[in-house]
């Protein structure tokens, strides 16, 4: 039967209340954080602390006067409930030892509103003795692991049996078990005051001062460790022998003259800070440090410091940095490693950058495949870090822009020697897919200047860049003031067409496409800005500003829009239907919305879908996953065609025209220019005009200008053309006057002369 409930006196177990200048020890009973409570020595619940009140869910009033199994019983459901036997016996042990018990972590079913809660606690029993001596009862106290049980022992038995946490095991379980650690043992230091003070036993906070796996150092007022555990020796190398006596700040890496516990005036916040220690081996260990004021038995100040390794959450740290700052690609350092590391060099007068772009990089990447131009960049990638002096840094940009940064460029010679030095690296022959690919790169050179930050010096470089690439391929160029407007100027032209766009102030010539009677068959649209200050603009012009601002799939959509609903209005007796073709640059196969975009395009426009050409450059056709084979067949299934842009200018060969699924072969002019006078290109003329005949494709000549070459190309079997012998492009009202002539004469004559601009 129950004992009878009673009000516990504690004046049998300590003084009920401090005298003056002593603490009140009832008073951390009460306001520990660790659930904990009082039995006499027939296991009577004599008091319980609010911690283990919220930890139960029970009332003081519940449990005061009941033994402690008869408060909390075995789950009669759980045939493998052995929670009262553990805590018996080691109650028992308390009363016959007179020492102190750790029971590890153990499971309970802990009683709550009729059913029970499982709860994984951490025990330990400390004796309690009268002032005289005598054993008057037991002060039971746990830590509750029950949120995180299982990470906490796998941890427990590693650092157990090698002194330290668990490298593999989560940064999260570790910190928290860390955490853990240092609250046990904040508790358990003052339990040991407690005990101390009510003669309890201490072993406890040996015991566990030992066990924990984190280093933890106890050092005086003058930075001196008085003592250190198994787990600070482990972490540095050392023996406690050795440890005890060193200065703190010789436990710190030569950089660090710091001292170990905080200064005099340091801030609460400079109590917890990030070290680097070196151990006996040499090594160093990066560790955070927590600092807090202890006191030495004897009473006089004492610091307790606990180390926690970090070593392997700083190397996480650095190599999510490394990844945040280098290319995946090339492995060179990429944009914002280049904005990190010129922050940091940008008012070195020496400093200069050097921008550097391949040449014709899009044609390889449309002829052989984007797989093959990243394989080009990063044989150049490797040349670069292979062959550039030590101390000079280079960068990917962006695509096919690369970045080379002279920290002091007077080192190794002058702005333009070393602008020399990387040009030549990056004009070289690359085997690529089995082929040897000659390639060049515009490079464009900057230096600093004082007022100039590093944006501003990377500016001057693009503007520097930007005349290079306008010289011709394999160019060079240095920065000067002027070509600082140029980039502002392009900046502006930018925002201008962005606004020409938006208000439809863009225009489209047409040139036709005639048969071999000269009359026309099709006509391609040809975008013109007409600029309010600068006169027309042709694409050479606009198409660079557009990719430079994103606007090209808009200006797409602006050019099929206005070129279907012209061509839409073609209908005369001589031409019932002239086709109408629109070279595509934003729009690809490959981008989800392209077949819905084109239809509803067509669609609006009213023209019937036999009359559209989309011309798309080789890499379109090259590179078919499924969504653009997919794109190719739901727009031949309407009735529309492809055309192979600029064909034969790429790195290409002719054996893959066969594979490209277009119903028309566009030769580049290239090929047209000297038909009449070199019998290669008159060779290439006539093999691809077979190829395209034998595969039921049509084939056009572009830039066709002269009456020889017409004849020789006629000659070799091609049967459409397109060139200024015809027409140039011309505004629509002069296209629908061409189509009312009948038949497109060649230039020279008289009609011919009045639509010629």
């Known amino acids: 039967m129950p004992a009878r409930r009673e009000s516990v006196d504690l004046a049998r177990y300590g003084p009920r209340s401090p005298a003056a200048g002593e603490v009140d020890y009832r008073g951390v009973f009460q306001a520990s954080s660790s659930p904990a409570m009082v039995l006499d020595t027939n296991l009577i619940i004599r008091d319980a602390n609010p911690a283990y009140l919220r930890a139960t869910g029970r009332g003081l009033a519940d449990l005061v006067g009941r033994h402690i199994f008869d408060a909390f019983p075995d789950n009669p459901d759980d045939p493998d409930a052995n929670g009262t036997a553990n805590l018996n016996a080691s109650l028992q042990a308390v009363l016959a030892t007179r020492a102190a018990q750790s029971m590890g972590v153990q499971k309970y079913d802990v009683p709550d509103s009729g059913s029970f809660v499982e709860k994984y606690w951490s025990p330990v029993n400390s004796p309690i003795f009268a002032e005289d001596g005598e054993l008057v009862g037991i002060l039971h106290r746990v830590e509750d692991v029950t949120e995180f049980r299982d990470d906490l022992i796998r941890a427990l038995r590693y650092s157990s049996t090698h002194g330290r946490v668990d490298p593999s095991t989560d940064v999260e379980v570790n910190r928290r078990f860390t955490e853990y650690a240092a609250a046990a043992m904040a508790n358990t230091r003052l339990y040991g005051e407690l005990a101390s003070k009510l003669g309890w036993a201490s072993q406890r906070f040996a015991d566990l001062f030992d066990l924990v796996p984190v280093g933890i150092g106890v050092l005086d007022e003058t930075d001196h460790l008085v003592d250190a555990n198994s787990s600070l020796c482990e972490l540095l190398g050392t023996t406690r022998a050795d440890l005890v006596g060193t200065a703190g700040r010789e436990l710190l890496s030569g950089d660090d003259p710091g001292t170990i516990i905080p200064g005099a005036d340091a801030r609460p916040e400079e109590h917890a800070r990030e070290r680097m220690l070196q151990g006996a081996d040499g090594l160093f260990v990066h560790c955070k440090i927590h600092c807090a004021v202890s006191q030495h038995d004897r009473g006089d100040r004492a610091w307790l410091a606990v180390f926690q390794d970090i070593t392997e959450q700083q190397r996480r740290a650095e190599e999510l940095h490394y990844q945040a700052t280098h290319d995946n690609l090339t492995g060179l350092v990429n944009r914002q490693g280049i904005t990190e590391f010129l922050d940091e060099v940008c008012r070195n007068p020496g400093l200069a950058v050097l921008l550097c772009d391949v040449d014709n990089f899009k044609r390889i990447n449309d002829s052989l495949g984007h797989a093959a131009g990243d394989e080009l960049l990063v044989a150049l990638a490797r040349r670069l870090r292979r062959s550039l002096p030590a101390g000079v840094l280079p960068a990917r940009l962006s695509g096919d822009e690369f970045l080379v940064i002279y920290p002091e460029v007077e080192r190794h010679g002058d702005l333009r020697a070393c602008a020399d030095v990387v040009r030549d690296l990056l004009s070289t022959v690359v085997p690529v897919r089995g082929q040897r690919l000659g390639v060049s790169a515009a490079v464009g050179a900057a230096v600093v200047t004082e007022e100039a930050s590093s944006e501003d010096l990377l500016r001057f470089a693009d503007a520097a860049l930007f005349e290079a690439k306008r010289r011709g391929p394999g160019q060079v160029a240095i920065a000067e003031p002027a070509m600082t407007t140029s980039v502002t100027e392009r900046l502006y032209l930018e925002e201008e067409l962005r606004t020409a766009l938006e208000r439809n102030e863009l225009a489209l010539h047409y040139q036709p496409i005639v048969d071999r009677n000269g009359d026309v068959i099709m006509a391609e649209a040809l975008l013109r800005w007409p600029h309010p200050e600068r006169g027309l603009l042709m694409p050479n012009i606009v198409l660079p500003v557009a990719e430079q601002g994103g606007l ?121 220019a000297d038909v009449h006078t070199d019998p290669a290109d008159r060779s290439i003329a006539g093999a691809v005009a077979d190829m395209a005949r034998a595969m039921h494709r049509d084939c056009i000549a572009e830039g066709v200008e002269t009456s020889e070459q017409l004849a020789q190309l006629d000659a070799v079997g091609l049967q459409a053309f397109q060139g200024w012998l015809f027409a140039p492009a011309i505004p629509p009202e002069q296209f629908r006057a061409l189509l009312t002539e009948g038949r497109c004469q060649r230039v020279g004559s008289a009609a011919t002369a009045q639509v010629r601009p």
Do not use: C, M
């Open 552 to 672: 090209l799939p808009a200006l797409d959509r602006w050019v099929l829009r206005t070129a279907l609903t012209e061509a839409a209005s073609w209908h005369t007796p001589q031409h019932p239907a002239v086709g109408i073709t629109v070279n595509l640059l934003g729009l690809r196969p490959g981008d989800p919305s392209f077949v819905e975009q084109v239809a509803d395009i067509v669609e609006a426009s009213g023209i019937d879908w036999d009359r559209v050409v989309l011309e798309l450059s080789e890499a379109s056709f090259v590179d078919r996953d499924n969504q653009t084979r997919h794109a190719f067949s739901a727009i031949n299934a309407r009735g529309a065609r492809f055309a192979v842009d600029d064909f034969g200018t790429g790195y290409s060969s002719l054996a893959r025209l066969k594979d490209l699924p277009a119903q028309i072969i566009k030769l580049d002019r290239q090929f047209t």
